[in-house]
């Protein structure tokens, strides 16, 4: 019994984030009162695997280490998640405040992401939530696990996050649900989401 606007979404890391946006975008212009974003991510057959592995993508340990210098590549993982989306009430436990969606533009490869355009994504998602870095607790990062990507990530999140706050400011946690469950694909994004949600309530 849906009828509001329905769109699929194919952004590989970041799809069910771009959906998410999709579903707030449609709330925040009137075009339904609520939102239902849902994703998966399954490894039915095993080309995929032997493709991202021949690139070097994936970690010959099996593993996603973030942020850690044993860092070498990501494993993959499946994932079937959703979030239903409704306005914002009062005494709400958690409320979605903003979103932002950019791209990458120019950058040396997938796995080496342009630092700039994540800052900048950043700073417009906080624009668009009214948020002011220095109010934030918790971080859930992309954070696959490989050499070349997490630094990359980190050095976003400091130049776009860590340096507006002031030296008294507690440090806020920055997690991955990669590291735990690993890398998702398609259903990556949202997966990260839920892991926030659930650490914020």
Do not use: W
Not at 21 to 34: I, K, P, T, V
């Amino acid at each position: 019994g849906l009828q509001g606007p329905c769109a699929t979404y194919d952004t590989a890391c970041s799809a069910t984030l771009v959906a998410c946006h999709g579903a707030l975008r449609a709330m925040q212009l009137h075009e339904c009162s609520d939102g239902l974003v849902a994703g998966a991510s399954l490894m039915l057959v095993p080309g995929p695997s032997a493709l991202v592995a021949a690139a070097g993508m994936t970690s010959p340990r099996g593993r996603c280490h973030t942020f850690d210098s044993r860092a070498d590549g990501y494993a993959r993982a499946e994932a079937c998640v959703s979030l239903a989306l409704a306005p914002v009430s009062e005494g709400a436990s958690l409320s979605l405040l903003g979103s932002a969606v950019k791209c990458d533009g120019r950058s040396a490869s997938l796995t080496a992401p342009n630092g700039q355009a994540q800052r900048d994504l950043l700073r417009a998602a906080l624009a668009d939530a009214g948020v002011e870095p220095a109010s934030l607790s918790r971080m859930e990062a992309h954070g696959t696990g490989t050499a070349l990507g997490d630094p990359i990530e980190a050095g976003s999140l400091a130049g776009a996050v860590l340096s507006s706050r002031g030296d008294g400011s507690a440090p806020p946690v920055i997690g991955s649900v990669k590291a735990n469950s690993g890398h998702a694909e398609q259903g990556a994004g949202l997966s990260g989401l839920l892991m926030l949600a659930y650490g914020l309530a």
